[in-house]
T-cell receptor
């Protein structure tokens, strides 16, 4: 699975919209973009995923660049509960179960 | 839906003792995975089952570690003769249908401390 690059940390305030970027310049055509988040003392939590089209669910909006070399996870009206480390990973459907989580982006939310 | 349930949340063992960790996957999920997480190594894949059959155990240490899934409602990870380097958070996850629906749902983990 190809490598991703994310900023180490980002800060926000409750109620704001946050854009978390992820770069994946060497992504393959059959690789999906997955986002998970993790808070201390909990397992990773699925946020969203996509292949080519932008996707949205109750947790976030995923914007995928037309060339698929980058994506942005958009969190609207963030709350303190959104504070977590956000991981962007690439997966080939039906590929290995080995997940390679990098350092991710630590999102801090202040009140 | 209670999510993936792992017990115990914390386990402390002495060096050389055995530790058994339990996982109850989400009902209806056909794939169950075990990972361990440490600050130094990050998230490491251990093994996974599909429809209770072991599929890939390439991440399991060859000695002392074993995993089973005797029925669709639970899986166990057993570590014999625990060593301090086994200290980690052990995470269980399940997926509706690995290969087609690959979203992983993780439990809260079992924090194993080997003294």
């Amino acid at each position: 699975d190809a490598k991703t690059t994310q900023p180490d940390s980002m800060e926000s305030t409750e109620g704001e919209t946050v854009h978390l970027p992820c770069s994946h310049a060497t992504i393959s055509g059959n690789e999906y973009i997955y986002w998970y988040r993790q808070v201390p003392l909990q397992g990773p939590e699925y946020v969203t995923h996509g292949l080519q089209q932008n996707t949205t669910n109750s947790m976030a909006f995923l914007a995928i660049a037309s060339d698929r070399k980058s994506s942005t996870l958009i969190l609207t009206h963030v709350s303190l509960r959104d504070a977590a480390v956000y991981h962007c990973i690439l997966r080939v459907q039906g590929g290995s179960a080995k997940l390679i989580f990098g350092e991710g982006t630590k999102l801090t939310v202040s009140s | 839906n209670a999510g993936v349930i792992q017990t115990p949340r914390h386990k402390v063992t002495g060096k050389g003792q055995e530790a058994t960790l339990w996982c109850e996957p989400i009902s209806g999920h056909s794939a169950v995975f075990w990972y361990r997480q440490t600050i130094v190594q990050g998230l490491e894949f251990l093994t996974y089952f599909r429809n209770q059959a072991p599929i890939d155990d390439s991440g399991m240490p060859k000695e002392r570690f074993s995993a089973q899934m005797p029925n669709q409602s639970h899986s166990t990870l057993k570590i014999q003769s625990t060593q301090p380097q086994d200290s980690a958070v052990y995470l269980c996850a399940s997926s509706l249908d690995w290969g087609r629906a690959e979203t992983l749902y993780f439990g809260s983990g079992t924090r194993l401390t080997v003294l």
